[in-house]
């Protein structure tokens, strides 16, 4: 039997600074396949070219990945400053839309750093431009020198909710992640439920209240060695297993 299929969601971006291209880590298909045991799909993320009801049909589930460009402040009510960095229109109009149409349909999806973000926005939530420049807060951006292990490697604790929905999946209250991300969450959407917070409180990892499928995200990267990681691992499998009841139900209902 077919695997289940996972949309992720990537980036609008320029090859070499001038071919326009449409991308994807293969970190990222790499935990789809191994780990979550899904089929992993490529998404270009442009409302030209996909629309939500498509890709609610075509996809059982969705991987919201990171990226460099920034959720647009206008989406949350803000105005643009130098402070939110660079932007992807394009994105925001497929991501922020196709996450109210998963929550309300129960199609499971998991969001990674700019779509941890994403599902806060999306729900009504708004951001920080800038973590790093807030009183008593750590710098969680990515290293600008090094390897990239070095990059990814583990940074801070995560404190989780006992007996919350992480804590489950962890089976643990605190666990160790990397973090390579400037913005963060200001004040959490409607439904959105904070379980994680770094050691500055910064919020960490969140769920949509009430959503019949799985609506998990993560601000840091779990792709990064999904397959071993402790953390990382557990993450992706239990995302794996809510796609697969999603299609598997879908099927029966045919």
């Known amino acids: ?3 289940p299929v996972v949309g992720i ?13 449409f991308t994807g880590g293969q970190m990222n298909a790499e935990a789809i396949s191994d780990v979550s045991g899904c089929l992993p799909l490529l998404i270009p993320a442009h409302p030209r070219f996909v629309s939500t009801e498509e890709l609610m049909t075509v996809c059982d589930g969705f991987l919201f990945t990171g990226g460099r460009p ?21 994105r ?11 929550v309300e349909a129960g199609q499971p999806f998991l969001g990674i750093c700019r779509g941890f973000q994403e599902v806060n926005v999306a729900m009504g939530g708004t951001l920080y431009p800038e973590i790093r420049d807030l009183p008593g807060r750590m710098n969680h951006r990515m290293p600008p020198e090094g390897t990239i292990e070095e990059k990814f490697a583990l940074r801070h604790i995560v404190r989780l909710a006992k007996g919350g929905k992480f804590a489950q999946v962890f089976g643990a209250d605190e666990v160790m992640t990397n973090t390579l991300h400037g913005q963060g969450i200001k004040q959490p959407g409607k439904r959105i439920v904070v379980e994680g917070y770094a ?5 960490e990892a969140i769920y949509v209240e009430g959503a019949k499928g ?9 792709e990064w060695r999904a397959g071993e990681d402790p953390v990382s691992r557990p993450l992706f ?10 299609a598997a139900e879908r099927r029966a209902q045919a």
């Open 9 to 21: 969601i990537g980036n609008t971006d320029l090859l070499n600074g001038t071919y326009p291209a």
């Open 92 to 102: 925001d109009a497929v991501t922020l839309p196709l996450i109210r149409a998963c």
């Open 199 to 203: 050691p500055d409180g910064t919020p």
């Open 237 to 246: 499998e239990a995302f794996g297993a809510a796609v697969r009841e999603f």
């Open 214 to 222: 799985f609506t998990m995200a993560v601000q840091w990267h779990p």
């Open 1 to 3: 039997m077919a695997r």
């Open 70 to 90: 920034n959720v647009h402040p206008e989406e949350y009510g803000e105005p643009e400053t130098e402070a939110h960095g660079a932007f992807d229109r394009c």
